[in-house]
Each structure stands twice: as structure tokens, then as C-alpha cells.
């Protein structure tokens, strides 16, 4: 049974840091593409940043140089580094995954099967 859990969430002030993790289970994570997306109060879920098993990397341009996303084949956990936080960064978060291998160009708007429960940020001071 495929289930992904985040963690990491909290309150933080602007230009704080958090460290999200999506543990994966039921499947190995290091072989499919894994992303995260995040849903605002009153907006759309937006897609944030997805790795392929290949660690290539995509990211929101919102956030490029800011959030470091990460794979710990070990351990089969995806992790989300967030630096240089924002108001509009806040948001519940999700892990997300699919059976397919790469994120590809159209990895923020395609759809997914599995999605985690969600961890939520707050960016505020």
C-alpha cells in the first residue's frame, strides 16, 4: 500500500527556514518521481518542486534559490529544505507521487495519484 507522510511543518518567522520531510512507504521512492505541492487559504494548489529518480530537480520560479529539494535513498524519505521563507510561502503541504519516473516539463499541472495528508506552514511574525 503506497502512503506518503510529511512532517516538518510549523510556525516560522519571515526569512525563517523549514525543513520538510515526505516519508514514502509501500513503494521505493528513489525509482519515481516524488513532488510537492502546497494549498493556500483561499487560492489554488500550486505545485512547488518535484525530483525525478534521476535527481533532476524542478522548482516554482517563486521559489528557485530558495527551497532545496533532496532524495534519501536510504532512508526513502524526500526532503523539502525551505530557506528565505515568505509570507506567501505559507500553506499546507503535500507530498505527492505518481507511477512515473520523471517529473517532465508538465510535472506542475499534471495530475497524481497518491498524496500525502499534508503538514502545514505558517510564515508569519
Known amino acids: 500500500q503506497v502512503q506518503l507522510v510529511e512532517s516538518g511543518g510549523g510556525l516560522v518567522q519571515p526569512g525563517g527556514s523549514l525543513r520538510l520531510s515526505c516519508a514514502a512507504s509501500?513503494?521505493?521512492?528513489?525509482?519515481?518521481?516524488i513532488g510537492w505541492f502546497r494549498q493556500a487559504p483561499g487560492k489554488e494548489r500550486e505545485g512547488v518542486s518535484c525530483i525525478s529518480y534521476d535527481s533532476t530537480t524542478y522548482y516554482l520560479n517563486s521559489v528557485k534559490g530558495r527551497f532545496t529539494i533532496t532524495k534519501d535513498k536510504a532512508e526513502n524519505i524526500v526532503t523539502l529544505q525551505m530557506t528565505g521563507l515568505k509570507p506567501e510561502d505559507a500553506g499546507t503541504y503535500y507530498c505527492?507521487?505518481?507511477?512515473?519516473?520523471?517529473?517532465?516539463?508538465?510535472?506542475?499541472?499534471?495530475?497524481?495519484?497518491?498524496w500525502g495528508k499534508g503538514t502545514q506552514v505558517t510564515v508569519s511574525s
Open positions: 509501500g513503494f521505493t521512492a528513489d525509482y519515481y518521481a
Open positions: 505527492v507521487s505518481d507511477w512515473k519516473t520523471r517529473c517532465g516539463s508538465t510535472w506542475l499541472t499534471d495530475s497524481y495519484a497518491y
